[in-house]
């Protein structure tokens, strides 16, 4: 109780300090300048080895964070484009936060035994990590950017490259939420407002969860060219991955921080949610419904099947029969992955109120708000 006592008055003093925390400046970059950044970020992350490039997608086996991992692996799966392994420092059982199991088949040691020259590029998700550090996953982030990897972090993983000590000297962007402790933290780093995704010197960072999005594909355009990437994108439900950004969207103020009290407070609508997994389902779809639901502050989510089911990446998902009367999280068989998205949000709107679901979309860093009066 002590324990919950005090991180609700961390969180209220948060929020009280909100207002006294200074906004980065105005967007003023044009629809050129955009293309320039895309551009250097495309040509900074072309391979430099021939053959298809090697990727490893970083996990920690505890608390990786769901969007982060699952989206960056799938897309880059789903590309062709390289060759991708998911690795973590044990094998087995990956926790994601904040929902979701899956199983992870290779560990640090493994693959670079079978890869003595290290991957091309190493994605690293955002992770729990700061209060419980993993000395492992620095000296081997520090190996790869020595070998020549390119590292590309996503939302808060840019706290874990920076840990590592390969922020310093650098221009990163990161979610709004650890800008500041970057910084303090790490003075030498120099923080880059309103783009999506950023890179300096073999190290890209971007800014919050759905960033994971625009960032995966201009990596992949970087590896297999525009065409590639632009019928990704298509089949992703987007049309654009330049580093179009507000940054001064995001952050904590009064309002959201009353309404995010507010809702903490209704501790009665709380509920367990479960997600109906079966054999091939698309692993970005599943990631986004299940990364947004349980942002709400309200939302359990499970996954539903009656064992492990292997995702349309080949990852295998931990899941058991939930409870009968357990209400369901459906996913739209139509819907594209970013479609699903827009339509999660949409439903959070229905059952929490339009500020739970600001909430969310803040919580996410995403900024096409759904057309939810249009009944997306």
């Known amino acids: 109780m002590a324990i919950l006592q ?6 209220a003093a948060l929020f009280l300090l909100a207002a006294c925390r200074g906004d980065v400046p105005p967007v003023q970059a044009d629809a050129a300048a955009r293309e320039q950044q895309k551009q250097a970020f495309v040509e900074a992350l072309k391979p430099r080895r021939p053959g298809k490039p090697v990727v490893a997608v970083l996990a920690r086996n505890k608390a990786t964070e769901t969007t982060d991992f699952l989206l960056t692996h799938a897309v880059l799966k789903r590309s062709g484009v390289a060759e991708v392994h998911a690795i973590a420092p044990q094998r087995g059982r990956v926790s994601l936060y ?20 290290g991957p091309d590029y190493v994605i690293v998700p955002a992770m729990l990590y700061e209060e419980d550090q993993d000395p492992a996953i620095d000296a081997w982030l520090r190996k790869q950017a020595e070998r020549g990897a390119r590292l590309v972090s996503v939302c808060a993983g840019a706290l874990v490259v920076a840990h590592a000590g390969l922020l310093d000297g650098r221009r990163f962007t990161t979610h709004w939420f650890f800008r500041e402790r970057i910084l303090e933290a790490h003075p030498k780093a120099v923080y880059v ?6 890179v300096d010197r073999d190290v890209a960072t971007s800014t919050g969860i759905t960033a994971s999005v625009p960032t995966m594909l201009a990596l992949v355009e970087a590896i297999g060219g525009r065409e590639k990437a632009a019928a990704l994108a298509a089949e992703l439900g987007v049309d654009s991955w330049m580093p179009v950004h507000d940054s001064n969207a995001y952050g904590l103020s009064f309002e959201r921080g009353f309404h995010y009290l507010l809702a903490k407070a209704a501790f009665w609508r709380n509920d367990r949610r479960a997600v109906d997994v079966s054999e091939g389902m698309d692993d970005i779809a599943l990631a ?21 089911v292997k995702l349309r990446s080949g990852l295998i998902l931990a899941a058991q029969p939930a409870p009968e009367g357990t209400p369901r999280i459906s996913l739209a068989a139509s819907a594209k992955p970013v479609e699903q998205l827009g339509r999660t949000l949409c439903e959070i709107e229905e059952r929490f109120g339009a500020a739970r679901r ?19």
Do not use: I, N
């Not at 904040?98 to 020259?117: G, M, S, Y």
């Not at 349980?294 to 359990?300: K, L």
């Open 6 to 11: 005090t991180r609700w008055l961390a969180l």
């Open 193 to 198: 407002p309103h783009q999506r995704y950023v």
């Open 288 to 308: 986004f419904a299940a990364d947004a639901w349980s942002r709400t502050g309200h939302v359990e989510v499970v996954a539903s099947a009656p064992g492990p």
């Open 358 to 376: 600001e909430w969310t979309m803040v919580e996410l860093e995403y900024g096409a708000t759904p057309p939810c009066a249009a009944g997306a």
């Open 98 to 117: 904040p929902a979701l199991e899956v199983e992870v088949a290779e560990d640090l040691a493994a693959f670079d035994k079978a890869r003595p020259d």
